[in-house]
């Protein structure tokens, strides 16, 4: 079974300033890995994935997230937030196999940005 | 593209009421659709996975007599909440998962705002 950590439940940060939330996973197989973004009582949305390939994916929005395997984390970056940026931020990891597997999400960083 | 959409975004029902919550896949055929629940200020719990013609795979603790899911069709999965309670109230989730792109991805619905007085 997976599992993540959100060790961080509230970031607040100043606008224009660089953020990371940090994430890390536990699996016994290999994972895929996301980011999702919930607004308030708006439903979750996608903000960047790692399936295979280069560790290093961005979002159309400045966001960034490196996998690390050694460190089993996968950390979501941005050098510079904006006020709209303030939301929960969820990491969810599912396992690589022949078959779909379930998301298993973290508990949420609310990324709170003030002026 | 990949838009999941949730119906209705918000209801008020009396207890012992059922409830019934529609999300449809709307630029996408979803085999597989999954149900979440929601408490203030926590992470999502999965509910159960829908799959398109047969019949839904609950996750331990939840009542599946009371937790109703039909997946009709490739764009449509319905959660009935059936003799609803005051602790059922929560936020409903609802994600469809795609293959768009040869990428295996779950995009999720707006969700649903469910109080039961």
């Known amino acids: 079974a997976q599992s993540v950590t959100q060790l961080d439940s509230q970031v607040p940060v100043f606008e224009e300033a660089p953020v990371e939330l940090r994430c890390n996973y536990s699996s016994s197989v290999s994972v895929y890995l996301f980011w999702y973004v919930q607004y308030p009582n708006q439903g979750l949305q996608l903000l960047l994935k790692?399936?295979?390939?280069?560790?290093l994916v961005k979002s159309i929005n400045g966001f960034e997230a490196e996998f690390n395997k050694s460190q089993t984390s996968f950390h979501l970056r941005k050098p510079s937030v904006h006020i709209s940026d303030t939301a929960e931020y969820f990491c969810?990891?599912?396992?690589?196999?022949?078959?779909?597997?379930?998301?298993?999400f973290g508990k949420g960083t609310m990324l709170l940005v003030s002026p | 593209g990949a838009v999941v959409s949730q119906h209705p975004s918000r209801v008020i029902c009396k207890s012992g009421t059922s409830v019934k919550i529609e999300c449809r896949s709307l630029d996408f055929q979803a085999t597989t659709m999954f149900w979440y629940r929601q408490f203030p200020k926590q992470s999502l719990m999965l509910m159960a996975t829908s799959n398109e013609g047969s019949k839904a795979t609950y996750e331990q603790g939840v009542e599946k007599d009371k937790f109703l899911i039909n997946h009709a069709s490739l764009t449509l999965s319905t959660l009935t909440v059936t003799s609803a309670h005051p602790e059922d109230s929560s936020f409903y989730i609802c994600?469809?998962?795609?293959?768009?792109?040869?990428?295996?991805?779950?995009?999720f619905g707006p969700g649903t705002r469910l109080t039961v007085l």
């Open positions: 969810a990891v599912s396992e690589k196999s022949s078959g779909y597997s379930t998301l298993t």
């Open positions: 994600s469809a998962r795609s293959r768009r792109g040869g990428t295996d991805t779950q995009y």
């Open positions: 790692y399936l295979s390939g280069s560790t």
